[in-house]
């Protein structure tokens, strides 16, 4: 176990749920989550892989297809499609337990800074715009210059060069 701490950066405040809305159910979500202090700990592939099981055991426990992932130096974003009956709060919660604990075994700290933002698709947002929007995040923070060449971005549903095809 590491006894380095991480260097102190500002903390965001957690992200409020809408109170009018319950996260359960057939339901389309962006979700972002950034790393503990803006650590850049997703530079390592060994941090991604782990991170990335993590999202596939999560998921398929709590009846999540996840359309896309991306994960950036210091955060995650996914674009994630609920059943009847997924609980994203739960799903959420629980992806940050098990990453969160993985990791923090091997490095001292946690993975996550509390919290995290999320955003309901509505009915008209078109799913493919928006993954392609996620997947295309490398790019525009100059991380790559090819999005399906980008090693840290993928989907458990379809091959990412199809939803960039769009």
């Not at 176990?1 to 965001?12: E, I």
């Given at each position: 176990?590491?006894?380095?701490?991480?260097?102190?950066?500002?903390?965001?405040v957690k992200a409020p749920r809408?109170?009018?809305?319950?996260?359960?159910?057939?339901?389309?979500?962006f979700v972002t989550i950034t790393t503990h202090q803006e650590m850049p700990?997703?530079?390592?592939?060994?941090?991604?892989?782990?991170?990335?099981?993590?999202?596939s055991e999560v998921a398929g426990r709590y009846g999540f297809d996840v359309l896309?992932?991306?994960f950036m130096p210091e955060h995650v974003h996914f674009l994630v499609e609920g059943h009847e009956g997924s609980d994203l709060r739960k799903f959420v919660r629980t992806y940050k337990q098990v990453s969160s604990?993985?990791?923090?075994?091997?490095?001292?700290?946690?993975?996550w800074q509390r919290g995290y933002y999320d955003?309901?698709?509505?009915?008209?947002?078109?799913?493919?715009?928006?993954?392609r929007y996620i997947l295309n995040n490398p790019l525009r923070r100059?991380?790559?210059?090819?999005?399906?060449?980008y090693g840290r971005s993928?989907?458990?549903?379809?091959p990412i060069a199809e939803i960039l095809r769009g």
């Open positions: 176990m590491s006894s380095r701490r991480p260097p102190k950066h500002r903390v965001r809408m109170p009018e809305f319950d996260y359960t159910g057939p339901y389309r979500y700990i997703f530079l390592g592939e060994d941090n991604v892989s782990g991170a990335v099981l993590a999202l896309c992932y991306c604990f993985r990791y923090k075994t091997i490095h001292g700290y946690p993975m955003h309901v698709l509505r009915r008209d947002e078109v799913v493919p715009v928006v993954a100059g991380l790559s210059d090819d999005a399906a060449a993928g989907s458990f549903v379809c």
